[in-house]
């Protein structure tokens, strides 16, 4: 039986961190009049160990932002947690206040966008301004529907009755 054993080709030399695909150079390019609505942007030159791509700068906040590509991006914030796990946690490493906003913009292949604001309990999603979203109500039963047409009890116009 033999033993194979790996030896590194350079020993000195330690491999960082380095993640799947190219760096996101067109979504920068169509992410720039969003965040320059925002406010002041300073891009990062690209390196190892790299935690956000820009930061916004505006009198009460500076907003600290890392692109991530996705092929979906209608996805729940749990899923986003898992996918974009080390992107994440890169942002989780700047300290968590009101004068500093950690975000994770997600991009499709066609570059529609998503924001979410990298909370310590977990993820809340923005819009464009940077304002929070209201959680989505779920969708209405059919039942409810069917009243609002006039169209409960078979279809005869009188409304059902409501279980309490």
């Known amino acids: 039986m033999q033993n194979f054993s790996y030896v590194p080709v350079q020993p000195d030399i ?5 993640t799947r695909g190219r760096h996101p150079v067109r979504a920068l390019e169509e992410v720039d009049p969003i965040a320059k609505k925002r406010g002041l ?3 990062y030159e690209r390196g190892p160990g790299m935690l956000a791509d ?7 906040c500076l907003v600290l932002v890392k692109i991530k590509r996705m092929r979906y991006i209608r996805c729940t914030p749990q899923w986003l947690d898992r996918e974009a796990y080390n992107e994440l946690a890169g942002l989780r490493m700047y300290p968590s206040s009101t004068e500093i ?4 913009w997600i991009c499709s292949p066609d570059y ?3 924001f979410f604001k990298v909370c310590d309990t977990g993820l809340c999603e923005l819009d464009r301004d940077g304002t929070i979203l209201l959680q ?3 969708c209405p039963k059919k039942e409810v529907i069917r009243e609002k047409e006039g169209q409960g009890a078979a279809g005869t116009g009188q409304k059902e009755p409501v279980p309490d």
Do not use: A, D
Not at 54 to 60: A, D, G, Y
Not at 101 to 104: F, N, T, V
């Open 14 to 18: 330690r491999r960082s961190g380095v």
């Open 41 to 43: 942007i300073q891009y």
């Open 54 to 60: 820009f930061s916004i700068s505006v009198p009460s």
């Open 101 to 104: 906003s950690r975000e994770l």
């Open 112 to 114: 529609c966008w998503r």
């Open 136 to 138: 989505k109500t779920p």
